[in-house]
């Protein structure tokens, strides 16, 4: 989408990221991460879905389209589950996916309708 976000990153998650920076030599920063050796350009996300495709087979993964965006809906329903798929949760991730409204990250998530009235029910009157 080419939408500009900033995302937080735990203190241990940048440690790690530190650690292979220095392992890597502390490349400029300035400098893109993915490279091409061959050409010196950045990788696209048809590559990388070429070699996640390459991954599923060797690997025998049983998911019907495995690309960049299996992470993306993987972190989505994750989220969903791990905050007890509530509605915040859903106001949450709308945010998050910047989608124009709470049906299509309802319709993202794969939520059905009765899935969602067992949430609902789930309350303790």
Known sequence: ????????????????????????????THRLIFLN???????????FNEQLERFKY???IKIDHFTTHTFRKTFGRDVWDQMGRSEYA??????????SNIETTMIYLGLRANELTKAYNLTVA
């Not at 939408?3 to 735990?10: A, D, M, S, T």
């Not at 859903?90 to 989608?99: K, V």
């Open 37 to 47: 050796d061959d050409t010196g350009r950045a990788f696209t996300i048809k590559l």
């Open 90 to 99: 859903l106001l949450l991730l709308n945010r998050i996916f910047r989608h």
């Open 1 to 28: 989408t080419k939408k500009e976000r900033i995302i937080p990153i735990k203190p241990e998650i940048r440690e790690k990221i530190l650690e292979m920076y220095r392992l890597l030599g502390s490349p400029d």
């Open 58 to 60: 060797r690997y025998r």
